[in-house]
């Protein structure tokens, strides 16, 4: 059931996820657009999150934003940032810990090779307690010998969170803690509990489908129309709807980049998330060294890493 509707406010609207944004010029949404969609989210209950580019908005904008209940969703480089909800970081260098705000979450794009480089600045954001996901950029290019750095990378740095948890703060990031809190599958549900709106007033299964110029599925005159809807909720997903990898964002749309199909997830993605899952293993076995830790929870030990192999078994 749609749930979420995701305003992007300009073309050049910040992505919070694994795709980029084509570099152009800024192409505002229209303020009778902006009107007509949030009247549209009214009607349908759906909860608004604005993104915004990094540029200054009209007046006229911010009162229109102001007038529904929403959160905001900016690049850390945008002059309203400090009203953000969740603030969108691109470089290392703009994650500084005794800067980071409990009240706001932080998504940090990277490619692999910067992530590595970056351990130390991870370990000393994650120990604020502040809400810290790492998104990767490069996923759809990721090999064998990428995938190990990174099962390595995580490992080490579920040890070094042990610390944290010692001194009674709880960190909490997509890469290491959402698996332990989680009981059940927690997509990302593009197409399915959510749905976007871009400036041309048409609806986009979500920001990386409009950005890369993919066919729009409805908008404002004419409603939601979505070919094979179905395709898009978990239980038409042979592979994921038998998985544990409950933190996995499951993203619609690199499973179309690399096997065509929105349902199919590509190995890259398995692979990474069940090495995020074995390293949340590792994380709770390790913190409950030292006393009682999440007694309910309980992440088996699995002999395989892309769930496609665990089901031709
Ligand atoms: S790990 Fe693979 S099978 Fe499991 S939810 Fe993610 S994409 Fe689907």
């Known amino acids: 059931m749609l749930q979420y509707l995701i305003i992007l406010l300009d073309g050049q609207s910040t992505s919070f996820c694994h795709h980029d944004v084509p570099a152009g010029d800024n192409k505002l949404i229209?303020?009778?657009?902006?009107?007509?969609?949030?009247?549209?989210?009214?009607?349908?209950?759906l909860t608004i999150q604005?993104?915004?580019?990094?540029?200054?908005?009209?007046?006229?904008?911010k009162h229109l934003i102001e007038s529904i209940d929403h959160s905001k969703i900016m690049p850390a480089t945008s002059p309203l940032a400090a009203e953000a909800d969740v603030i969108v970081l691109n470089k290392w260098e703009q994650?500084?810990?005794?800067?980071?705000?409990?009240?706001?979450?932080?998504?940090?794009?990277?490619?692999?090779?910067?992530?590595?480089?970056?351990?130390?600045?991870?370990?000393?954001?994650?120990?604020?307690?502040?809400?810290?996901?790492?998104?990767?950029?490069?996923?759809?290019?990721?090999r064998d010998a990428g995938l190990e750095r990174y099962k390595a990378f995580l490992e080490v740095v579920a040890d070094r969170m042990v610390d944290a948890y010692k001194r009674g703060v709880s960190p909490q990031t997509n890469l290491l803690t959402d698996r332990l809190?989680?009981?059940?599958?927690?997509?990302?549900?593009?197409?399915?509990?959510?749905?976007?709106l871009a400036p041309d007033g048409k609806f986009y299964v979500c920001?990386?489908?409009?950005?890369?110029?993919?066919?729009?599925?409805?908008?404002l005159d004419k409603g939601v129309s979505i070919p094979n809807a179905q395709l898009y909720k978990l239980?038409?997903?042979p592979i994921c709807r038998e998985c544990?990898?409950?933190q996995c964002k499951r993203c619609v749309w690199l499973?179309?980049?690399?096997?065509?199909?929105?349902?199919?997830?590509?190995?890259?993605?398995?692979?990474?998330?069940?090495?995020e899952r074995n390293a949340s293993r590792q994380l709770l076995m390790a913190v409950r060294q030292h006393g009682s830790f999440l007694p309910e929870t309980d992440i088996p030990e699995i002999d395989y890493i892309d769930p496609f192999d665990n089901i031709k078994k």
Not at 50 to 61: G, I
Not at 113 to 119: D, K, M, P, Q, V
Not at 131 to 139: A, K, M, S, W
Not at 207 to 219: H, I, L, R, T
Request: charged share 25%; hydrophobic share 40%.
């Open 244 to 246: 544990e990898a409950w």
């Open 255 to 275: 499973n179309r980049h690399l096997t065509l199909e929105v349902n199919t997830p590509g190995r890259q993605q398995c692979v990474m998330a069940h090495h």
């Open 235 to 237: 239980k038409c997903a």
């Open 181 to 196: 809190v989680l009981t059940e599958m927690n997509n990302c549900g593009s197409g399915d509990a959510s749905l976007t």
């Open 30 to 45: 229209k303020p009778d657009m902006l009107r007509r969609a949030i009247r549209f989210a009214m009607i349908e209950n």
């Open 95 to 142: 994650v500084v810990a005794d800067w980071l705000n409990k009240e706001v979450a932080y998504v940090m794009r990277t490619p692999l090779s910067a992530l590595l480089e970056h351990e130390e600045t991870l370990v000393k954001a994650l120990a604020t307690g502040v809400r810290f996901n790492v998104v990767l950029t490069d996923v759809e290019t990721m």
């Open 207 to 219: 920001p990386a489908f409009y950005n890369d110029g993919s066919e729009a599925v409805g908008d």
């Open 50 to 61: 604005f993104v915004y580019p990094a540029t200054d908005l009209p007046e006229e904008h």
